[in-house]
């Protein structure tokens, strides 16, 4: 899987101990054409470029087996262990007294010169989007603070190819309730504002879901006490919810209460 004879932790070695010619490192461009000269995906079979490309959405930190396991759905599965340590021996990844690694510069090749499809990271984005069902209650984003480094790297990845598809929309209100209750606002803004812009792309401004994400915009803003946005978000969930709920839906009494304060 590499030219030249070279491993890729050897190259990584000599790309961090300087060995590299600066003229090679100097521009992003001619760093990319040297990786292309080094690395290649052309010995790889299907199921070991999906697992390098799913791998590629995920943090670049030591991730334990248990934790792989559930990501790609291989619970119990040996020949996935095996797998994973396969790509260690030919250097795609490093192994770990605890886990697996995809080293950061691998990872952004992967992306920029064998990008994944939305199909290659579905699983990842299914697996994850579990953790976060119910995101409404508090406690399922205590239950994830520990995963939160899992849920930035793929929106991160998301962001970027500029999906948008209902999943991702999904995925981002969640990813938002997870982080406003734990306090990162800014970036709870990021991804309600996020999962907004692709539910009125995808279903328009006067869907039912779209008046969910105008709440979550409404609540986020009157907890920071911007109650002009919040009350023109929420003028926009009650607006919508008026016409396809009854008036005595919880979704609907909570918003009109929330409303009367504002």
């Given at each position: 899987?590499v030219?030249?004879?070279?491993s890729?932790?050897?190259?990584?070695?000599?790309?961090?101990?300087?060995?590299?010619?600066?003229?090679?490192?100097?521009?992003?461009?001619?760093?990319?054409?040297?990786?292309?000269?080094?690395?290649?995906?052309?010995?790889?079979?299907?199921?070991?470029?999906?697992?390098?490309?799913?791998?590629?959405?995920?943090?670049?930190?030591?991730i334990?087996?248990?934790?792989?396991?559930?990501?790609?759905?291989?619970?119990?599965?040996?020949?996935?262990?095996?797998?994973?340590?396969?790509?260690?021996?030919?250097?795609?990844?490093?192994?770990?007294e605890?886990?697996?690694?995809?080293?950061?510069?691998?990872?952004?090749?992967?992306?920029?010169?064998?990008?994944?499809?939305?199909?290659?990271?579905?699983?990842v984005?299914?697996?994850?989007?579990?953790?976060?069902?119910?995101s409404?209650?508090?406690?399922?984003?205590?239950?994830?603070?520990?995963?939160i480094?899992?849920?930035?790297?793929?929106?991160?990845?998301?962001?970027?190819?500029?999906?948008?598809?209902?999943?991702?929309?999904?995925?981002f209100?969640?990813?938002?309730?997870?982080?406003?209750?734990?306090g990162?606002?800014?970036?709870?803004?990021?991804?309600?504002?996020?999962?907004?812009?692709?539910?009125?792309?995808?279903?328009?401004?006067?869907?039912?879901?779209?008046?969910?994400?105008?709440?979550?915009?409404?609540?986020?803003?009157?907890?920071?006490?911007?109650?002009?946005?919040?009350?023109?978000?929420?003028?926009?969930?009650?607006d919508?919810?008026?016409?396809?709920?009854?008036?005595?839906?919880?979704?609907?009494?909570?918003?009109?209460k929330?409303?009367?304060?504002?």
């Open positions: 899987s030219k030249r004879s070279q890729l932790q050897d190259i990584l070695n000599k790309f961090e101990s300087g060995e590299f010619p600066r003229v090679c490192v100097r521009y992003k461009e001619n760093f990319n054409n040297l990786l292309n000269e080094l690395f290649s995906f052309g010995s790889l079979d299907d199921e070991e470029a999906l697992t390098l490309k799913c791998l590629s959405s995920l943090p670049s930190i030591e334990g087996l248990e934790k792989l396991q559930y990501i790609f759905q291989r619970q119990k599965d040996v020949e996935f262990e095996n797998l994973l340590d396969y790509l260690c021996e030919k250097g795609w990844l490093g192994k770990l605890g886990g697996y690694k995809l080293h950061q510069i691998i990872k952004e090749y992967i992306i920029a010169n064998h990008t994944p499809s939305f199909e290659d990271l579905k699983i984005l299914e697996q994850l989007g579990k953790l976060m069902e119910n409404s209650d508090v406690q399922v984003a205590v239950n994830n603070r520990e995963n480094v899992y849920f930035e790297s793929l929106a991160n990845l998301l962001e970027r190819l500029e999906w948008g598809n209902l999943e991702v929309g999904t995925f209100r969640h990813s938002g309730n997870i982080q406003y209750y734990l990162e606002y800014k970036k709870a803004q990021e991804y309600y504002l996020k999962a907004l812009e692709i539910r009125e792309n995808e279903l328009g401004t006067e869907h039912p879901d779209t008046a969910v994400s105008y709440h979550n915009l409404a609540i986020f803003y009157f907890g920071q006490r911007n109650f002009e946005e919040a009350y023109g978000f929420m003028k926009k969930a009650i919508i919810w008026e016409k396809v709920l009854p008036p005595d839906h919880p979704n609907l009494i909570g918003a009109k929330v409303w009367k304060q504002l």
